[in-house]
């Protein structure tokens, strides 16, 4: 937390990149960005955001955090959302995401969590693909669209 703009700025590169070719993505800037995640911080858990770094550099990151859902209906928290692992594609596919999944696991088992629930990952998509390594699907969705007359 003492590096909140640093990280927010990792965080904006890493996934300004890594998601550029992803479907339905849709640039933002790095204001929008961070005004996003600026919001919730207050509720994140920083050793829940790993930012992965080569030479000083960002090249991945894992974003997780608390179900607050479960405070609201009066339960006790016991899972986390991984909301994001986001690794720069040339550093995709030597391990990076997985490693990250690991231990951001193994962190919230330390911090006394019990689940880990891997959040709107799309069929197809490589962090899907480690996810299964992990996880298996509890709910799926399915996106509609309409052409509208004029």
């Known amino acids: 937390m003492q590096r909140i703009e640093e990280d927010l700025h990792s965080l904006y590169i890493v996934s300004r990149t890594g998601f550029q070719s992803n479907f ?6 790095e204001a929008e960005f961070s005004a996003q995640y600026r919001h919730i911080l207050p509720r994140v858990r920083p050793e829940m955001v790993l930012i992965a770094e080569l030479r000083n550099q960002p090249i991945g990151f894992l974003f997780e ?3 607050l ?3 609201g209906r009066g339960q006790a928290i016991d899972t986390v959302i991984l909301k994001t692992v986001a690794v720069l594609p040339e550093h995709a596919g030597v391990g990076l995401g ?18 880990v629930i891997h959040a709107l990952m799309i069929e197809g998509n490589h962090s899907r693909k480690i996810s299964h390594h992990y996880a298996h699907t509890i ?9 509208l007359g004029r």
């Open 69 to 71: 859902l479960q405070a």
């Open 65 to 67: 955090l608390p179900d």
């Open 98 to 115: 997985s490693l990250l999944m690991a231990c951001g696991h193994e962190i919230a088992q330390t911090l006394g969590y019990t689940r």
């Open 24 to 29: 339905l993505y849709a640039p933002i800037d």
């Open 139 to 147: 709910r799926r969705y399915t996106l509609f669209a309409r052409a």
